[in-house]
T-cell receptor, first 114, second 114 residues
Framework: AQSVSQHNHHVILSEAASLELGCNYSYGGTVNLFWYVQYPGQHLQLLLKYFSGDPLVKGIKGFEAEFIKSKFSFNLRKPSVQWSDTAEYFCAVTPSGGYQKVTFGTGTKLQVIP | EAQVTQNPRYLITVTGKKLTVTCSQNMNHEYMSWYRQDPGLGLRQIYYSMNVEVTDKGDVPEGYKVSRKEKRNFPLILESPSPNQTSLYFC?????????????FGQGTRLTVV
């Protein structure tokens, strides 16, 4: 079975600071990787996903993530955060090949101070 | 508009009183899931369904039931709710035939069991 670790539980940044949120997974085979965002009081929405090819994936709102297979990592980055990025961010993993069980990390709460 | 609709959005009930949370999607997705979200624990899968009449347990199925009689609907049933089932519940659907299928989430149901 797969597992996901998000080591940063709560991150506080000032506007315009750079962001990097860590995500490590454990699984013996090939995987699909996702980052979801949950704005306060709302449901989860997809930010970006990786399934093959270029390990640097670009998503919505200026976010990107890099898949490093040797490190089992899929860290989320943004060069300059805005107050509107205040939200909770979830990394998720699923084995490749059709629909498979999805496992979410415990989430990272990002607070951006104006 | 493509969406996943959950009802009710908020529910307060008493221990032992059976309840059903409905979930409906209009995207003709084959896969549907239920999750509960608790602080510090992220999202944990309760049950999922690969198609009509096909359901399986997720990570935390105890105390819950589901059914998938129609493709669009996937209700979550709590036969005898207990206070430890107080949580935020999300329904999600995903398409078949797509590489790395993303989950489309409903708005959530906040359940309090007293």
């Amino acid at each position: 079975a797969q597992s996901v670790s998000q080591h940063n539980h709560h991150v506080i940044l000032s506007e315009a600071a750079s962001l990097e949120l860590g995500c490590n997974y454990s699984y013996g085979g090939t995987v699909n990787l996702f980052w979801y965002v949950q704005y306060p009081g709302q449901h989860l929405q997809l930010l970006l996903k990786y399934f093959s090819g270029d390990p640097l994936v670009k998503g919505i709102k200026g976010f990107e993530a890099e898949f490093i297979k040797s490190k089992f990592s899929f860290n989320l980055r943004k060069p300059s955060v805005q107050w509107s990025d205040t939200a909770e961010y979830f990394c998720a993993v699923t084995p490749s090949g059709g629909y498979q069980k999805v496992t979410f990390g415990t989430g990272t709460k990002l607070q951006v101070i104006p | 508009e493509a969406q996943v609709t959950q009802n009710p959005r908020y529910l307060i009930t008493v221990t032992g009183k059976k309840l059903t949370v409905t979930c409906s999607q209009n995207m003709n997705h084959e896969y549907m899931s239920w999750y509960r979200q608790d602080p510090g624990l992220g999202l944990r899968q309760i049950y999922y369904s690969m198609n009509v009449e096909v359901t399986d347990k997720g990570d935390v199925p105890e105390g819950y039931k589901v059914s998938r009689k129609e493709k669009r609907n996937f209700p979550l049933i709590l036969e005898s709710p207990s206070p430890n089932q107080t949580s935020l519940y999300f329904c999600a659907s995903s398409p078949q035939g797509v590489r790395a299928p993303e989950a489309f989430f409903g708005q959530g149901t906040r359940l309090t069991v007293v």
